[in-house]
């Protein structure tokens, strides 16, 4: 399985991406995620990117480009991924597309993941994360058991929120979104690759939808990678 998901700031490609992946061990690879973690570390490229991640515009796509080639390049890709977050820009969809080709390697999807805007800067100003294990919780929608405990690993006192889930760098991300993103909804219709879940919907409904896209419900469809142990 090899797919991409497409869909504004809050639309859950994260959330959806941690599903997917642990119920058939793909590689997740997160643009997002990969830059914070180098703004973590303070690598050369994590400083490079802070200030524009604060802000909520795009990282330059030669940068970005350079980071995902690398990180395709790792074996664990070999057996699929979801990108999450890349491509954002038509350059960059195209600079993917030819890296693919190189490696000889077809997606299987680009999927769309569709939701209202009204709702995105309520789903987006209530996140926050475990740091301890990267589960994703909500202040309306998904309360921890405990405010202070992770229900999935326990860690106490670990929640985060991202500095850029603030009104102001939503609103920017989403006009992002708006002129710069969905321009590469045509690329991959033309392509035949486009397709469109409804993210408005609950988040096991939006699993299921993108599952079906592949011929699966709740199994793994043939040519999934499914965990050992899961
Ligand atoms: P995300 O976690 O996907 O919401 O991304 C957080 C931020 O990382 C974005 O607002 C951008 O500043 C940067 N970023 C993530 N993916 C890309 C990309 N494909 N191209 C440029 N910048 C990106």
Do not use: W
Not at 120 to 147: M, N, Q, W
């Amino acid at each position: 399985m090899r797919i991409i998901l497409l869909g504004p700031p809050g639309a859950g490609k994260g959330t959806q991406a941690r599903i997917l992946t642990e119920k058939y061990g793909i590689v997740h690879i997160a643009a997002g995620d990969l830059f914070r973690e180098n703004i973590k570390n303070k690598t050369a490229l994590g400083l490079q990117v802070e200030e524009i991640l604060k802000a909520g515009t795009l990282v330059p796509d030669e940068i970005t480009i350079k980071m995902i080639a690398a990180r395709l390049d790792q074996p664990d890709c070999k057996n699929g991924f979801i990108l999450d977050g890349f491509p954002r820009t038509v350059a960059q969809a195209e600079a993917l597309e030819e890296m693919l080709k190189k490696k000889a390697i077809k997606l299987d999807a680009a999927v769309q993941m569709a939701v209202d805007d009204d709702e995105l800067v309520e789903r987006i100003s209530g996140r926050f994360t475990c740091s301890a294990c990267g589960e994703g919780y909500h202040d309306k929608f998904k309360k921890p058991h405990d405010p202070d405990t992770c229900d999935k690993c326990g860690a106490k006192d670990k929640f985060t929120r991202r500095p850029d889930d603030n009104a102001e760098a939503v609103r920017t991300r989403l006009g992002v979104y708006h002129s710069q993103t969905k321009p590469i909804l045509p690329f991959y219709e033309e392509r035949g690759l486009l397709k469109t879940v409804d993210g408005m919907a609950p988040m096991k409904d939006v699993t299921a939808q993108i599952l079906a896209l592949f011929g699966a419900k709740d199994a793994p469809a043939k040519g999934f990678q499914v965990k050992k142990n899961g």
